[in-house]
């Protein structure tokens, strides 16, 4: 198994409980796939660079795992179509 770190950026309009709700739904998809979480990092609301998705800010997050490419794949393809998600990143470690 090899470790990867995932920084996503969420919609700031977000509540709390919607931003951890998303959370654990990535936290399954890894679990699911016999992967491990290792850590998280909350960043908060920051001001984006560029506008993205007509946005300003977003709430950064960041995930520390352990698994295969199969959950790379996964979360890749679970990030793209979530419309609450404005960017994500998947790094190996």
């Not at 654990?24 to 984006?48: C, F, H, P, Y």
């Not at 679970?78 to 470690?93: P, Q, T, W, Y």
Request: aromatic share 10%; net charge negative.
């Amino acid at each position: 198994m090899r470790n990867y770190e995932l920084m996503i950026i969420f919609d700031s309009s977000l509540k709390e409980e919607e931003i951890d709700n998303e959370v654990s739904k990535i936290a399954s998809i890894i679990e699911g796939e016999d992967g491990k979480v290792v850590g998280t990092e909350r960043w908060g609301v920051r001001e984006l660079a560029y506008p993205i998705k007509h946005k300003e800010n977003g709430y950064y997050f960041v995930m520390y795992f352990s698994g295969n490419g199969r959950i790379v794949s996964e979360i890749n393809r679970v990030s793209k179509i979530n419309d609450r998600v404005l960017r994500h990143l998947i790094v190996a470690r």
